[in-house]
């Protein structure tokens, strides 16, 4: 039996198409995932799904009626349960507060608390309804997530991107609650662009590349190379740069509470709940360490991983924001002819996509804007190079040229440290990794399952 | 009276509007909008009293405050929320408009000279038994009834904000605005009705400076009572019953005149005019809480 | 002298504490300070100026002007300094500061001249009249054009300069637009800046108190200033915070408010009608800036 339809979906964004006609059929019992790469469309379709928007042509029907979201309220009405990647809790706010967030006439504690217990008693998922979510961490927060759509009577829950920020003992648990779920007659919808994850839990598939589904079948007909071919495409634009230069001359650029960072190599640093930002970005000398101790080179190039709100300023030309990167030591006066020149041939050498130098950031597409953020902070060769999930959000070309930078810088003798929630990226990319958490910094070898112990806390 | 009662009758009087205004606009930035526009409502509100009690009712009067409030606040909400424009800089502009169309059409329709028009006012309203308790009694409860209207809307307001699912949603939609929406809470809807209700209770404050207190209008009568409204409300931490407590120790700086004339005490009188607004710094600086601040107060113009 | 001429000189003498003050609003805004006391800091100017020249006025001689001028600025920047200080170390909002600060100005000014500098036969509450050595010089004789607004166009092309060119400039201008950026990517003090800013735009302000005082009153008195302070708001946004666009909106709102007050005179139409166009005019520029997809104070319109 179909739960949840999807026909004939299409939005567009402006001149951008988004989704071209997508159709998808989620059965009771299953477990149906969706995948793609970043920007495919995914998250656009089960915004669509969730009422968050509207789409353009396409209809969707939900037990076999068809049905017309205007907000999240209607969809959750249908039965419609969504469990976001972010922004969806309110921190300063209780547990109870939050499930209860949505609901009608008289706010009771007691009663929200009851029901909490309901559900621990059903499912087995179970939180202290007083505890404020700010002081919970990720996986709680997703189960709230869950419960909060189980107190709705979800009958179709889409989980997005939901092990991003798991461990590996987290993940597991998950899928034997979604499992359960489904096993009681639930849908469940995982969008997710991991692909072994849908491999190992999925009943169906469904991927979407560039707006459009190319492959929808059940997980039995298909293997997996077939779906990782489904998801490319097009085969990468990546260099095989990848030799490392000889060890002979590596200089110690700099250092973290002890450990030593040497030029001539690329540096991962794993860590669970943004433990990582503070201590990158002391070490990219943005803000001043309060415990610990860091020494650094005077010039460190820095990406910082919102990239539109930190790294660039949307109302200030390209070459702008090329003078941006030392504007805090600048004094007298500017030069602008110069600057412009400088723009120009940092723009060309970065592939960067634009009209000039006179162009707004906030025009260029994400690749276009990493790979300009990227050139800026490597203009004055910088000893250390700190990046902050680097790759986020990017296509498959933007994030192999980033990377095949990375791999350049290091071999030009810089350090780069680079920060990645993606424990593949951080266990391809890295030479070493770093592993930050409660009991300081252990160094690991490059290979995810180490990585995934060791940010357990385990073989310590 | 005593030299004391008089002092804290006239802090009651004063807290009066100052109150009503910092209720409405606590409810609004709960929501996460910032209302500068207030002094708008507020003068706006008692033009609108003005108007309105020509026809002979005082509760006409604060009808037409009301409405004038929940004018302006209108034009703040199509500015911020339709078409998204800074909160600030709209409220900004709304004051000064709302300043200079009551001026215009005060001297339009009465004569430049402002002829004093007659408007019913609202005289004291001794409640029974309660005014007569020893020192209290009378500031509290020989008072016009308007604030008796302000005693009730107080606790009914906290209750409202902390036992329903409304005032949840307010308080979701102020803290986080896309996970209210997250959650099905209708975000812009919120905000706008938000921002009109304290719009309303602007107005109803400028109708009490008119009809309860002055007798008449003058322009620019607000003298900055919003902007010391929204000083009150962070005061009070955003909390309705705090927010009736900062604007009783406003009450009290303003009352104090009274009392050092009273004891014979000589200060030049602009000392006191300047007051207020002396302690509305002192207060802002000595709550260097923005912790308790509504998370997203004046970030975004509002869900959607 | 025609009548068109003298009506011109009097919208030029009008725009000139409308077009500095504009530049002290501009400076901030695009700093990303929301300083609305420059009516407030005006004020102070004025007073300073007053005071310098009318006690010291007699040993200062050829100087005054210079020194009282200094003086004004140093006031204004003092009295914007408060606000700066409770915005850095109290994270108060500058916005609600500034107006406190206006309100308080605006009876400090009543204080005094109803009080210690009122003028000797204690019958007005006005300072005496400043001596002809601390009077800013006539432009056109036979009106009240002085050398204020000439002083004014410098101050215009100073800033335009300083934005245009300068690191500083840069600087402030990163910071107005975004501060987290030009915290992370430019590593630029943000916090000093907006003293700076704030500091220097108050300075602005007091020198636009002390040319009123210097060029066209000859004496503190209450009332000295029509809301130049609040005016000069309207006068910046509609230049797009733009230094020279400043020159532009300061002499157009002189017109508008010239002409209102003759509209007054002639045909008994409110001038408080200038204001209602002026608030207007915000309006209708905040609303074709979101047109265009940004804010007016040049932050990137939200998502």
Partial sequence: MTTLELNGITKRFGSLTALDDVSLAVQKGRVHALLGENGAGKTTLMRIAFGMLRPDTGSISVDGRSVTFSSPADAIQSGIGMVHQQFSLVPAMTVAENVALGGHGQYSFRQTADLLANVAKRTGLMLDPAARVADLGSADRQKLEIIRTLTHNAKVMILDEPTAVLTPKDTTELFTQLRAFADAGGAVVLITHKLHDAIEHADDVTVLRHGRVVLSSTMSDVDEITVATAMLGAPLNSSSIDEKPSTSSLAVVASLDGVEIKGGEIVGVAALDGAATPLLRALAGRITPITGSITRPSHVGFVPENRQEEALIGDFTLTENLALASAGERRGLMNWTELEKQTSAMVAEFDVRTTGPDQLPTSLSGGNQQRFVLGRELRNNPALLVLENPTQGLDLNAAAFIHTRMKQARNNGAAVVFYSSDLDELAELSDRVLVVSRSGIRTVEPDRIEIGNALLGRNE | MSALETFLEGTVRTATPLAFAALGETVAERAGVINIGLEGAIIAGAFGSFVAAGSGSVWAGFLGAALAGILVAAVFAFFTIRIRADQIITGTAISLLGLGVTATLYRQLYGATGAALSIPTMGITRVPVLSSIPIIGSPLFAQPSITYVLYALIPAVWWWMYKTHMGLGLRATGEDPRAAIAAGINAGKVQLLSILFGGMLGGIAGGVLVIAQAGSFAEGMSAGRGFIAIAIVVLGRWHPLGVAAAALVFGAASALQYFFQAMGWALPYQAFLALPYVLTLLGLAGIAGKASAPASLGKWPSGS | ?303
């Fill in chain 3, 1 to 303: 002298m025609t009548p068109e001429l003298a009506l011109l000189a009097d919208a030029l003498v009008r725009s000139t504490p409308l077009i500095i003050a504009g530049l002290a609003v501009a400076l901030a805004f695009r700093g990303g300070v929301f300083n609305i006391g420059a009516e407030g800091q005006l004020l102070m100017g004025a007073v300073a100026y007053s005071t310098v020249a009318l006690i010291w006025g007699n040993i200062l001689g050829r100087f005054t002007i210079v020194v009282a001028m200094f003086a004004g600025a140093v006031a204004g920047a003092l009295w914007a300094g408060i606000a700066a200080f409770l915005r850095r170390r109290f994270h108060v909002l500058e916005i609600i500061s500034t107006i406190m600060l206006n309100f308080i100005a605006i009876h400090f000014v009543s204080f005094l001249v109803r009080g210690p500098l009122q003028e000797p036969t204690r019958i007005y509450p006005q300072t005496e009249s400043l001596q002809p050595v601390a009077r800013l010089p006539q432009l056109l004789p036979g009106t009240r054009l002085h050398f204020g607004f000439l002083i004014a166009l410098l101050l215009a092309g100073a800033l335009a300069w300083v934005f245009a060119r300068t690191a500083i400039g840069f600087r402030i201008r990163a910071a107005g637009a975004s501060p987290i950026a030009a915290l992370v990517a430019g590593k630029i003090d943000v916090s000093q800046t907006s003293t700076l800013v704030f500091l220097l735009s108050g300075a602005l302000a007091g020198i636009a108190g002390s040319i009123e005082v210097s060029g066209v009153t000859f004496a503190l008195y209450e009332n000295l200033s029509p809301g130049y302070g609040y005016t000069a708001i309207a006068v910046a946004l509609i230049a797009g915070l733009n230094p020279l666009g400043v020159v532009a909106s300061g002499i157009f709102f002189g017109v508008l408010e010239t002409g209102a007050i003759a509209l007054q005179r002639e045909f008994a139409v409110p001038s408080s009608l200038a204001s209602i166009v002026e608030a207007m005019l915000i309006l209708a520029a905040l609303t074709v800036a979101a047109l265009r997809g940004r804010q007016l104070l040049g932050k990137p319109a939200a998502p």
